[in-house]
């Protein structure tokens, strides 16, 4: 919908973009007004992907996400052929939308797309005919490329001691990312060698008031927010030994799959596609979304040495080039299904 920072990527990869213009001059806007009463369509919007359409011709549209009413309702309207892909679970995807257009993204596409498992089930049991499951996936080579110069900032944490055990977690700060469960389990842990990493902004609501609000009250000194620079993001990262996924729900995360190809030990909440993960990755799933759990499986890591890094042996499963031949089979599938 806008024109967002990795379009230049697209564009650069001779990838055709567009965009939504909201704000259309003066005389376009009246030209505008004139087509779009003649033609019928709604909106601007409406008028605007049906002109890409007839521009560009595509076979069928791939919708990145249940959050686009607009083009359902083109596509409904128009009687294109569409495919959904669904990064999102119930509690915190569904609720934003309407029961008729959730209904209609799943039983009105040609088929449905789920980035785990878990989300594949809900799409099973929402009535879709018709499921795919294609993971989420990272870019391993600008991983490599960022690490290349220095392995990690660890010096940057002011930590305890040499000795001290970091534990990691990165992300927006909100309520599905358990901001909280972060901040109370690292005060189970406030008379252990052990300190507390967030990577990532804050979107400065009342939620974070009261978290940063906590802390100070609390008085706890082993926990550190900070929000890295791209380029100082993964050096952050590699300077962590445990990742702790703190999120209450989430589908397949970006984090922890870039926690995973760093080889760190993952503890996590029984949250959503990081159970799928640790069946082939080292770490450990906390059942119960409880702080206390929580720092206790973290000090039984640390204790049995379990959270110490191995050497990777096998091809990274969630690299965007091992994903890419996924992606690619799941769409030629769709014409021979055809």
């Known amino acids: 919908m806008q024109q967002g920072e990795l379009l230049k990527d697209l564009e650069n990869a001779n990838i055709r973009c567009y965009y939504y213009n909201k704000r259309p001059t ?7 007004k004139v087509v779009r009463k003649l033609q019928g369509f709604e909106n601007y919007l409406e008028h ?17 996400t249940l959050l686009v009413s607009p083009m359902l309702h083109a596509a409904l309207k128009y009687k294109i052929d569409f495919v959904v892909h669904f990064h999102e679970m119930p509690t915190y995807g569904y609720p934003v939308i309407g029961a008729d257009e959730l209904s209609d993204l799943v039983t009105e596409s040609v088929f449905t797309v789920g980035c785990s498992e878990i989300v594949c089930e809900g799409l099973r049991t929402l009535g879709s005919p018709n499921v795919k499951k294609q993971y989420e996936c990272i870019d391993t080579t600008e991983i490599d490329q960022y690490l290349r110069d220095s392995s990690n900032f660890r010096e940057r944490l002011r930590l305890q001691s040499e000795a001290t055990i970091v534990i990691g977690m990165s992300g927006t700060r909100d309520v599905r990312k358990g901001v909280d469960l972060f901040i109370k389990t ?25 978290c940063d609000q906590y802390i100070k009250a609390k008085k706890l ?6 929000c890295p620079s791209p380029q100082d993001y993964y050096r952050y990262f590699n300077s962590i030994d445990i990742f702790f996924l703190s999120s209450r729900e989430d589908p397949f995360p970006l984090v922890m799959l870039e926690a995973a190809y760093l080889d760190k030990f993952i503890i996590a909440f029984d949250s959503g596609g990081v159970t799928e993960l640790l069946k082939e990755e080292q770490g450990f799933v906390v059942e119960q979304q409880d702080a206390s759990m929580a720092a206790q499986a973290i000090s039984d890591a640390i204790e049995t040495k379990s959270y110490q890094q191995h050497e990777r042996i096998n091809v990274f499963k969630y690299s965007a080039l091992e994903q890419m031949r996924e992606f690619e089979s799941l769409l030629e599938t769709f014409y021979t299904d055809r």
């Open 26 to 32: 003066n005389g376009k806007k009246v030209i505008n």
């Open 48 to 64: 605007q992907l049906i002109e890409i359409h007839k521009e560009f011709q595509p076979d069928f549209w791939y919708l990145n």
């Open 186 to 210: 690292a005060e189970f842990l406030r008379d252990k060698d052990v300190h507390f990493v967030w990577l990532g902004k804050s979107n400065q609501t009342g939620y974070d008031f009261y």
């Open 221 to 226: 000194t082993n926990i550190t927010f900070i």
